[in-house]
């Protein structure tokens, strides 16, 4: 089971690019890495999955060295909206293992 | 229809109460997930169902039922709980429970339980 680390909280400005950098040294060859961004008393929500390389969608990319050990979320231009808890996942495909870490608390303001 | 439905949103039970706590979604999703959440804490896993089936239960204690009556609805029967088992209970699927990858996890807004 890939244990995820993540910082535990972040602080940015409106208006800056937010990377937030998980790590996950045991991960195996089929795992996928999963990201997922939760407010207050709602569940969470996806972001973003990747494998390897970069990926990039309407909202986040998400960069994933070659030896994949470790991957970054990165949020452009955030704003006020963006205050969450952002939560990594390695999601091996079995719906056991789909075990959250304990996530990063971003903190935007003005 | 994207959304998976939690009901009640809120619940206030005594510890000799059973009640129960329904998630219902309508995307065809075969694997239905139960998690449970405490203040400023992730959330963790409880039970799985895959194709309606037990698949995990992730040593949660009995008095905590899980129910899959079919393949759109999810049910925790809750019996005889301490008021350390309040918190946050969140509903999830998706769209299988294995492959490459389990693919998008979609939550519903979770029901607020305070045992008493």
């Known amino acids: 089971l890939a244990k995820t680390t993540q910082p535990i909280s972040m602080d940015s400005y409106e208006g800056q690019e937010v990377n937030i950098t998980c790590s996950h040294n045991?991960?195996?060859?089929?795992?996928?890495i999963t990201w997922y961004q939760q407010f207050p008393s709602q569940g969470p929500r996806f972001i973003i999955q990747?494998?390897?390389t970069k990926v990039t969608n309407e909202v986040a990319s998400l960069f994933i060295p070659a030896d994949r050990k470790s991957s970054t979320l990165s949020l452009p231009r955030v704003s006020l909206s963006d205050t969450a808890v952002y939560y990594c996942?390695?999601?091996?495909?079995?719906?056991?293992?789909?075990?959250f870490g304990t996530g990063t608390r971003l903190q935007v303001t003005l | 229809d994207t959304e998976v439905t939690q009901t009640p949103k809120h619940l206030v039970m005594g510890m000799t109460n059973k009640k129960s706590l329904k998630c219902e979604q309508h995307?065809?999703?075969?694997?239905m997930y139960w998690y449970k959440q405490k203040a400023k804490k992730p959330p963790e896993l409880m039970f799985v169902?895959?194709?309606?089936?037990?698949?995990i239960n992730e040593s949660v204690p009995s008095r905590f039922s899980p129910e899959c009556p079919n393949s759109s609805l999810l049910n925790l029967h809750l019996h005889a709980l301490q008021p350390e088992d309040s918190a946050l209970y969140l509903c999830?699927?998706?769209?299988?429970?294995?492959?490459?990858?389990?693919?998008?996890?979609?939550f519903g807004e979770g029901s607020r339980l305070t045992v008493l």
């Open positions: 999830a699927s998706s769209q299988h429970p294995g492959g490459s990858g389990t693919g998008e996890l979609f």
């Open positions: 045991n991960i195996a060859t089929n795992d996928y």
């Open positions: 990747g494998y390897k």
């Open positions: 169902y895959s194709y309606e089936k037990l698949s």
């Open positions: 995307m065809g999703h075969r694997a």
């Open positions: 996942l390695v999601d091996s495909g079995t719906a056991s293992k789909l075990t």
